[in-house]
């Protein structure tokens, strides 16, 4: 089982859009996949028409008196589940502050599914607390979405040293541009100048897109209502990229 | 967690239409297209996954495949795959838990159609109130062709897939089907109902040796019977060997060869000795016939093993070898099709073939013809072992690797014998016998194969060489013969314990109680 954390320290980056189109394309190749929805927002899984409500909520997850197999739920897609989301997600990182070994608590719950699942899919919530660190503790990648302005720069350079400075992360950062607009001068010049400093930035790149904001009206992948678009070609060739990264992880 | 799903047989001459529109009267179920489709049920030649309790069935839906990895009984679904092409081998499955379980199952044989047939499928579904589906419901009907043409009707079934974590409706839908119209899960699985409709039946092929012979039975007739298996054995395999399906067919056919000449070979004086002559030379020659195809074979199916048995640094450099095996591969194998059209092979076939359907006769001129069959295989299986025993005893670290071969050879023949005869004898104690003897074998295999390798290797070189192959290719082959040697030490270390278990005093014991009785 690989575990593959969509995760920015920036909110609105296209995390969920690329969590649920990735999944959903590793589901296609026939890989039995999972999306587990830590967003308290629930995005992931309003597209999946998954009501995001866990028995239990956050706490019984962390201190696992819910089993997380009684919480899971089948998409209308072959070999793709969701874990869905619960408003009481927004408390996760307390209940694992008050959780043993908190930062080994995501690997922990997860530990069950090795052999059901061939990707796990977490679509994390925009922050840097100590979810995150328990996200970096069970992950084997995190893909992480940089939108072409100077501010993610930045970003991408803090959640560079932030993994650099913590042994409990054995994930692997993997950057990829999202909704790049190329008529935007200011994105072309982004793009251009981080692939400089940044050479390990995955080369596919998603646009900003029409069809990924009707995901929301569609409520489903992209790939799903709109297979031959711009955006579709633009997800698949992300994930052709990634399963090669992912081979050896 | 498969994804749970019931099956109910409708009654002989029910519509499923009936039902369809009964459900949509009094449920929220909604109507999906009708779809049309063939279905193809994929197995080894061998019957791999069922013997495993899986099946793979393949939907053929608007120049796509939907292949569906199920359960054999309960018809759960544990894995699907949509393509554009049939899935052959299990390098075409997804990687990940549906290789990671059937590689081991499948190894190198391909997938084949064993059945097809014609499916109409009425889709219904349930959804909740965000339009997600919850539970779907699926009506098919079905026809299958039989070898003469003609169109069979097969039971109608209806399908009820849960969708994980809406039990609830998928038990609703269940009751309704199972009390309100007392509906009964079928007994047979489709795939097995589909095979029986045509007259077949699962596992109507095994490479595996499963004769009754019965103990009063007269030599020459226990020998034709056997010599019949395998003449079928090989011709079963024949096709599957001409077009290269997978390196099982050749194996497979080559194996009935060579136990048909071991058998030959041991059938002085039962059956008539010019007889035994003729097709000995005849099965030699087609069995010479297959050599380089087999050999070939085996090392591209050992190809990834040498790749991993290379540093990671230079394991790339071995590709250009992988294609020089397939190019050879190709040419032998060619030649190999030109035997297998041949008049020789033909008439081989004619001949064996009419010799085989003969009636035995009642007074034999072979004078241990018809001696009771059970004397013969006692007599015949511990000569066997006794050479066996006296040639493996011979052996120490310096004896030259021809004479291992020879043990080889020795081994192979008891083991067929052991086979061939093993239903005249107590089962648990024949199963006990071949143990040790396989571990002997396999060592002694192990051996010859890596011996032949290292030496084929360096042939190969020298070919390569020629064809102006780069130098790092050269280099990582030579390291591979470096690594090949030392695992071919390593086994020949080995064999000192592999053969005292097989010489082992209660390993003797146990044969002489066997065998021994009318030497």
Redesign the interface.
Known sequence: MKTLALYSIKGGVGKTAAAVNLAYLAA?????TLVWDMDPQGSSSFY????ARVRGGGKGLIGRKTEL?Q????T?F??L?LLPSDFSFRNLDLYLDNSKKPIRQISKILKPFV?????VFLDCPPNISLLSESVFGAANALISPIIPTTLSIRTLMQLEKYIEGHTGCRAVLLPFFSMIDVRRKLHREVVEHLREDFPYLLKAQIPYASDIEQMGLH?APVLHFAAHSRAANAFQQLWNELKVCLVDL | ?P?ARLQFELPKNSKPADYVEELITETKLVRDRDLEFSRIFLDTFDWRLFDQGFILVADSLEGRF?TTWQTLYAAEIL?????EQVPIFVGD??????QRILRPVMEMRALLPQSRLECVQQRLRLSNR????VVRLNFESYTIEDTHGVRKKLCPRIYVE?????DKAFVAIADWLQYRHNLHPPVDNLMVSALNKVGRHPRDYSSKFDFKLELSMRADSAVRIILRGQFSVLELNEHGTKQDIDSEFLHDFRVAIRRTRVLLGQSKDILPNALIDHYNREFAWLGKATGSVRDLDVYLLNFEGYRTALPVSIRNDLQPLQEFLEAKKKVAQSELVTVLKSRRYERLKKEWRQLLARTIDEKPFEFLAATRVQQIADARIWRVYTIVRQKGRTIGPDTPAARLHRLRIHCKKLRYLIEFFGSLYPEKQIRRTLKSLKELQDNLGSFQDLEVQVKTLQQYSSEMMASRIEARTLLAMGVLVQELEKQCAVVRTDFVQRFDDFDSAENRKLFTSLFENER
């Open positions: 296609s190749d026939g890989a039995k999946f028409r998954i009501k197999d919480l899971i739920k089948g209308d072959d070999n589940d052999e059901e699942y061939d990707y409520r | 967690m994804l939907r894995g699907v795959l949509t393509s499955l997804p990687g990940g838990r549906m965000n339009e997600k589906t849960a969708v994980r974590g809406y």
